[in-house]
C-alpha cells in the first residue's frame, strides 16, 4: 500500500507512520501531526535535474582566502550573540515565544542596518500601516527601509529580484506559504520548503536574511526546533512573561560560540539593550535578610552576578514541598541532600523554595555555595553578609571543587561593590589579590557554614 500522509512532530520534526501521543525522539506530548506526503519525484524536476551545471569539487589550497565578512547590527547585545556581527550570507533564526519582542528587535535595527545596506522588511502578520506606526512608536525614521506585507514566498522572491536589497527580513517564517506544497501555512512542510527557498537566497545571492520564528507550546506550527539543522544561527529571545527583561541566547552559530547571551529591556520605546546586566539582576536586593547569596557565573565569556533565594519553612504536609525556579530541580534536590548529611542540618519536614532572581537560569555548578549558603541561612534565619559572595560547586561528600575562570568572576564581584567572597581553597592559591576583596577561601560545606551561621 502506497502511504499518502506521513506524522510529524512539530517540536522536533521526526518522523512517524502512525499517529502517537507522545513523541518517540523528543519526549513532547501531544505534538504529532497527520501531513500528506509530499510528491518527491515530479517529471519537470527530473528534467532540470540533467542540465544543471555540476559542481566540482575543490582542493582546500585551491579556494582563496577570504575572511567572512560581518557587518554590525548597530545593538551590540545582538552582534555580541551573532559572535561579533552579522555575517554577510547567512540565514539567521530568531525564536521565541510570541508577543517577547522579536518584531521589536528587528524593526530596531533596520534604523542602523539602512545607512549602509537595503532593507527589505517583509511582515506576514502586519500591514505596512502597522509597520510604520510601531517605527513611529520606536523612533525610527529610516525612509529607505522597503516594507512588503506580503505571505506568498514567490511573491517575496520577486520583490526580492526587483529590490534587490543586501539584508531581507521574513516576520515570521510560520506565515509564510509556497504553492509547491499544498500543506496549511506552518505547517512542517510548508516551513521547510520556504526555509529552503530563503537559504538559496542568502547562498545564491548573498544576502543577510534574517527570519523570525515562532515558538508555541502547543506546538500546532511547527517550531523553529525543524530548522535548526539547516539555518547557519539560530538564536532564541527567552524572557517572563511578567518581567521587562529579555536575553537573547544563541542556540546554534557557524559564525561564533554559542554560549554568549545579550540582555535587554523592553521600554515603552522599544528594547534597550543592558550593557550590565550584574548591576540589573542585583538591583532591589534586600539588605540584612535571611535566605539570599550573591553567586557569579559565565555566561559565555561574560561574568554575570546573580541572586539566588531561598524560603525554608515547616511543612504541613507529609512530604514536603520542594520548587526551584532557575536552579535544575535535581541539583537543588541533591545540595539539600549534602547540607542535611554534611553539612548537619536539619532540613525534612521543611518545605524548601528555591528562586534565581530575574529568571536567569544557573546551569553552572559554580552557583552550588551560593545556593547552599542561601538554603541554610533560611533555615537557621540569619542572613548571609551583604557584601559576601559565594562561588564554588559543592561535590557530594560536601567538599568544595574549584571553578574555572575565577579571576574574572572575582574582578566582577568586587566591581559590583563586594568586599568579601567565599571561593573554594583549592582555587585559592592559583589567583592574584584584587584590592579591595576579601578572600574566604573554605574546604567544605561545614566550614562555608561555620562562617556565619
Ligand atoms: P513584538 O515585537 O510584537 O513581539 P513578537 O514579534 O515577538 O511577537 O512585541 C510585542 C510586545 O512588546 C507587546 O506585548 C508590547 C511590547 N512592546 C513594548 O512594551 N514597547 C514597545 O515599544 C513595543 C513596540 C512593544
Ligand atoms: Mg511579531
Redesign the pocket.
Known amino acids: 500500500m502506497k502511504v499518502k500522509t506521513i506524522f510529524y512532530c512539530t517540536d522536533c520534526g521526526n518522523e512517524l507512520l502512525k499517529w502517537q501521543g507522545q513523541c518517540p525522539a523528543c519526549r513532547a506530548w501531544n505534538t504529532i501531526v497527520e501531513q500528506p506526503k509530499e510528491g518527491r519525484s515530479k517529471k519537470n524536476e527530473a528534467i532540470s535535474f540533467g542540465t544543471r551545471p555540476k559542481s566540482v569539487a575543490k582542493r582546500l589550497s585551491e579556494i582563496a582566502d577570504s575572511e567572512e565578512l560581518r557587518f554590525q547590527t548597530g545593538m551590540c547585545e545582538l552582534d555580541r550573540v551573532l559572535g561579533g556581527g552579522a555575517v554577510q550570507g547567512s540565514l539567521v533564526l530568531i525564536g ?1 515565544a ?8 528587528m524593526l530596531q535595527i533596520c534604523d542602523n542596518l539602512c545607512q549602509f545596506a537595503t532593507v527589505l522588511y517583509v511582515s506576514g502578520e502586519e500591514s505596512v500601516r502597522q509597520i510604520k506606526l ?1 517605527a513611529g ?2 523612533n525610527i525614521h529610516c525612509d529607505d527601509l522597503y516594507l512588503l506585507s506580503e505571505n506568498s514566498l514567490e511573491e517575496i522572491i520577486g520583490t526580492v529580484h526587483e529590490v534587490k536589497p543586501t539584508i531581507l527580513i521574513i ?1 515570521s517564517m510560520q506565515t509564510i506559504l509556497t504553492s509547491k506544497s499544498d500543506s496549511m501555512p506552518g505547517s512542517i512542510a510548508q516551513v521547510k520548503q520556504c526555509t529552503m527557498a530563503l537559504m538559496e537566497l542568502a547562498k545564491g545571492e548573498g544576502i543577510t536574511v534574517f527570519v ?1 520564528g ?1 515558538i508555541n507550546k502547543e506546538g500546532s506550527i511547527a517550531g523553529p526546533k525543524v530548522l535548526e539543522h539547516m539555518v547557519d544561527c539560530v538564536l532564541s ?1 527567552e524572557g517572563e512573561q511578567h518581567m521587562a527583561y529579555r536575553i537573547l541566547r544563541a542556540a546554534k552559530n557557524r559564525f561564533g560560540a554559542t554560549n554568549e547571551i545579550g540582555v535587554f529591556e ?5 528594547l534597550a539593550e543592558v550593557p550590565n546586566p550584574s548591576e540589573m539582576l542585583l538591583s532591589g536586593r534586600p539588605s540584612a535578610t535571611p535566605g539570599t547569596c550573591v553567586t557569579c557565573v559565565m555566561e559565555g565569556i561574560r561574568p554575570v552576578l546573580a541572586e539566588v533565594q531561598a524560603l525554608i519553612a515547616p511543612s504541613g504536609f507529609a512530604s514536603p514541598r520542594r520548587t526551584s525556579n532557575g536552579i535544575d530541580y535535581n541539583r537543588a534536590m541533591l545540595l539539600m541532600a549534602v547540607l542535611e548529611k554534611r553539612g548537619g542540618l536539619n532540613l525534612g519536614g521543611h518545605d524548601a523554595y528555591i528562586n534565581v532572581i530575574g529568571g536567569l537560569n544557573l546551569g553552572e555548578p559554580a552557583a552550588d555555595l551560593a545556593t547552599v549558603l542561601a538554603l541554610s541561612s533560611s533555615l537557621c534565619n540569619k542572613p548571609v553578609p551583604d557584601d559576601l559572595a559565594a562561588i564554588g560547586e559543592v561535590g557530594l561528600t560536601g567538599e568544595l571543587r574549584t571553578v574555572n575562570a575565577l579571576s574574572q568572576r572575582l574582578s566582577e564581584v568586587q566591581r559590583l561593590g563586594f568586599t568579601k567572597c567565599m571561593i573554594p581553597a583549592r582555587n585559592s592559591g592559583t589567583i592574584l589579590d584584587i584590592p579591595g576583596l576579601q578572600l574566604i577561601s573554605v574546604r567544605n560545606v561545614r566550614e562555608a557554614l561555620a562562617t556565619f551561621l
Open positions: 521565541g510570541p508577543g517577547i519582542g522579536k518584531s521589536t528587535l510601531r512608536r520606536l516576520d523570525i515562532h529571545f523592553m521600554m515603552d520605546e522599544g
